[in-house]
């Protein structure tokens, strides 16, 4: 069984920075795309970035030029840097794992909050 273990959410200043980190419990050669996602209450959770395993990124145009996601291969693990954080980017924050047998993980979500 996948589990996805996330952290680095929590509360911060506008224009201030976090580093998420998802750690996936799983043979490392079976994943292709890791990604993060978010989701306010009453509206769909909406893609934030993508990475494959070879490091094509996708970035939602909100986030373009401020995040910045990574992975490491052998350590199973996704980052996601955010720079220059906006109180719109207050959401719940979630891991997302694709296989290559075509199976989605989810993490159980890490908070972030940014101040005005």
């Known amino acids: 069984q996948v589990q996805l273990v996330e952290s680095g959410g929590g509360l911060v200043q506008a224009g201030g920075s976090l580093r998420l980190s998802c750690a996936a419990s799983?043979?490392?050669?079976?994943?292709?795309?890791m990604g993060w996602y978010r989701q306010v209450p009453g509206k769909q959770r909406e893609l934030v970035a993508t990475?494959?395993?070879?490091?094509?990124?996708n970035y939602a145009d909100s986030v373009k030029g401020r995040f910045s996601i990574s992975r490491d291969n052998a350590k199973n693990t996704v980052y996601l840097q955010m720079n220059s954080l906006k109180p719109e980017d207050t959401a719940v924050y979630y891991c997302?794992?694709?296989?290559?047998?075509?199976?989605?993980?989810w993490g159980q979500g890490t908070q972030v909050t940014v101040s005005s």
């Open positions: 990475i494959t395993r070879s490091g094509s990124t």
């Open positions: 997302n794992v694709v296989t290559y047998s075509l199976r989605t993980y």
């Open positions: 799983v043979s490392g050669s079976s994943i292709d795309v």
